[in-house]
């Protein structure tokens, strides 16, 4: 994990919390989750408020998220609004906070000037003990406070101020009047300085969660819902609804179906695989990999493609015995050859690492998460898309992998991070081909 820390590969991307009024202001918030202060004068925090440093010293990763839902946020900075969100156990966190601070943008700049904004991320379930409780997961209310009641006391400037304004006889209310003026000392005019958050509540449609192993939950119409995981870890017998599904995330054929039919992945996209050099990416990492299981001496880090070239010759006869080392050589003269290939040949497992999720549905980040499942070698699109899965498989790399993993990260990803995101997953659609 230091390896990690030190390249930035994690929490690489947070706000220095290095005031003393805000360190006072985050103990503030840790008290009200009934958390132990930190002595820390300095730490870092995620978009959420999550401090790994605090975490250390708490020696709890999961502080603000202690049952795996209904996550706690703590916000002293407007600044964590461009932070990452880490140690999720939903996949859809990231996307509910990022849309909290965009519609919020001037309550919580108006409001971090003079407190801290804790609370919750709140749904239907307060803990997750079966399936029900996750698919009981539509839409979910930020749940706030702050430790001097400003946002409270903004609440109920709000709320006088529409009675003065709508009762004929509240200019006579002494009481009245005075409240509304010793509040606006406080909160300043409300009218024209917005302090209480207006848009709170956000839909959870489909997501990711690491519950039962890790799970994915997709709505479609009609109020369907499938939920695609290890059908030994979720107790699918136990139907919920007639109308939802469930398909186990080693039949392939089914997952293939699933996504196809309901738009979520496009078609065979030659161009993309050209442009994007996926197939040759993958490649490279599954050869130098192999290579150096077979030669424990190698550095895979060091490996040229040339090296790989004439490895793949000698050991051609052992390599065709490999499906994935196949799969990836078919890939490579499918884009060579540019030509549309007869996919009626490809299988299950072929599809799944040749797609990409449709840009234009709603679920396109989901689903490219889903399908680096179907690649486990393939490390890098799982960093960029799948984070947990990446962090998971990590642990069990050799030092040796975990060197050539990082270095092709920083190396590929992090030159410019959007040009890759681009070219891997929005760029160069059917419509450009």
Not at 237 to 247: E, G
Request: glycine content about 4%; charged content about 25%.
């Amino acid at each position: 994990m230091e390896r990690l820390i030190e390249n930035a590969l994690i929490y690489g991307s947070m706000v220095q919390i290095d005031q003393p009024h805000l360190v006072e202001r985050y103990n503030q918030a840790l008290t009200a989750f009934g958390l132990a202060n930190t002595k820390r004068n300095a730490f870092s925090v995620d978009a959420m408020g999550f401090s790994p440093e605090i975490a250390k010293d708490l020696k709890d990763d999961g502080y603000l998220d202690p049952l795996g839902v209904n996550r706690r946020f703590i916000i002293v900075s407007p600044e964590q609004a461009d932070m990452p969100v880490v140690n999720i156990s939903f996949s859809s966190t990231p996307d509910l906070m990022r849309a909290f601070y965009v519609d919020n943008a001037e309550a919580i700049r108006n409001l971090t000037l003079k407190d801290v904004v804790y609370g919750e991320i709140e749904d239907a379930s307060y803990r997750v003990d079966n399936l029900d409780d996750v698919l009981s997961i539509k839409r979910v209310k930020f749940n706030l406070h702050t430790h001097d009641g400003l946002l409270e006391k903004s609440r109920r400037l709000a709320a006088l101020i529409e009675t003065f304004e709508t009762d004929a006889d509240a200019w006579q209310n002494d009481e009245l009047l005075g409240e509304i003026v010793e509040l606006a000392r406080a909160c300043g005019d409300i009218r024209y300085n917005q302090i209480a958050p207006q848009h709170t509540q956000f839909d959870a449609r489909s997501f990711w969660t690491r519950h039962f192993d890790g799970i994915y939950v997709f709505h479609d119409e009609d109020d369907q819902v499938m939920v695609v995981g290890d059908p030994t870890k979720v107790q699918v017998d136990k139907a919920r609804r007639p109308q939802d599904r469930f398909i186990a995330m080693s039949d392939l054929k089914a997952v293939l179906d699933y996504l196809t039919c309901t738009g979520r992945v496009e078609p065979l996209n030659l161009n993309w695989l050209s442009r994007s050099n996926i197939v040759d990416i993958r490649f490279g990492i599954f050869c130098r990999l192999q290579m150096s299981l077979h030669n424990k001496a190698l550095d895979p880090s060091a490996i040229t493609d040339v090296e790989i070239g004439n490895w793949v010759h000698k050991n051609l006869s052992r390599l065709k015995k490999s499906k994935v080392f196949r799969q990836l050589h078919e890939l490579q003269r499918v884009v060579l050859n540019g030509s549309r290939p007869d996919t009626d040949g490809f299988d299950a497992e072929m599809m799944l690492m040749s797609l990409r999720a449709n840009p234009d549905h709603d679920d396109w980040l989901l689903v490219n998460r889903f399908l680096s499942e179907f690649v486990p070698y393939d490390f890098l699109t799982r960093f960029i898309v799948n984070k947990q899965a990446f962090y998971r498989d990590y642990e069990t790399f050799s030092d040796a992998h975990r060197e050539y993993a990082v270095r092709l990260i920083t190396a590929t990803f992090f030159p410019d991070k959007q040009e890759l995101w681009s070219a891997l997953f929005e760029r160069w659609r059917l419509s450009d081909a």
